[in-house]
């Protein structure tokens, strides 16, 4: 069964400490990994696309990495507003369904 | 372009009622998705799209039905609110943008079934 496992669930970090959060998936024929910001009380928000084991995507403050069998979405000199759930997501083997993680919930203190 | 955009924001059912969830999107994508949200169990599948016509299942089709009648449009009803589908419903749709592929959410409708 195709799975995605994000660690930690929860993260607080002080303003200004790099950390990096995963996510590791058991899905056959990956097509794709997704990763999402969600604020609370809002629609996931889309941040990268990573297609094969290398790749690396970048936005602002945030990296995304692949490798064969997890990602890490690294944050560098995080401030309060990156604070946010963050999920990744792979498509389900064959077909256009997502399997989403359950997120790694991140606070930034000022 | 709005997005993904949803009907209603909010809504409060009665055990047994029926209700119909609108999601519209304006940017011509074949697919689309209803999930559901709930506290330690992520986002979950209950139906999808491929294209106007076009239904599939995805993991928690029970108690839901679905129907693509316009591209554009992709509804969820809830034929006989039971309080376990009390829960924050998200629609999505996937399409290309700069040769990668993009899934953008609505806003979410929060239900509530007593």
């Known amino acids: 069964e195709d799975q995605v496992t994000q660690s930690p669930e929860a993260l607080r970090l002080q303003e200004g400490e790099s950390s990096s959060l995963n996510c590791s998936y058991t899905v056959s024929g990956l097509r794709g990994l997704f990763w999402y910001r969600q604020d609370p009380g809002k629609g996931p928000e889309f941040l990268f696309t990573l297609y094969s084991a290398g790749e690396e995507k970048e936005k602002e403050r945030l990296k995304a990495t692949l490798t064969k069998k997890e990602s890490f979405l690294h944050i560098t000199a995080p401030k309060p507003e990156d604070s946010a759930t963050y999920l990744c997501?792979?498509?389900?083997?064959?077909?256009?369904?997502?399997?989403f993680g359950k997120g790694t919930k991140l606070t930034v203190n000022p | 372009n709005a997005g993904v955009t949803q009907t209603p924001k909010f809504r409060v059912l009665k055990t047994g009622q029926s209700m119909t969830l609108l999601c519209a999107q304006d940017m011509n994508h074949e697919y689309m998705y209803w999930y559901r949200q709930d506290p330690g169990m992520g986002l979950r599948l209950i139906h999808y799209s491929v294209g106007e016509g076009t239904t599939a299942k995805g993991e928690v089709p029970d108690g839901y039905n679905v129907s693509r009648l316009k591209k554009q449009n992709f509804l969820l009803g809830l034929e006989s609110a039971a309080p376990s589908q009390t829960s924050v419903y998200f629609c999505a749709s996937t399409g290309q943008v700069g040769g990668q592929e993009t899934q953008y959410f609505g806003p979410g409708t929060r239900l509530l079934v007593l």
């Open positions: 997501a792979v498509p389900q083997g064959g077909s256009e369904k997502l399997v």
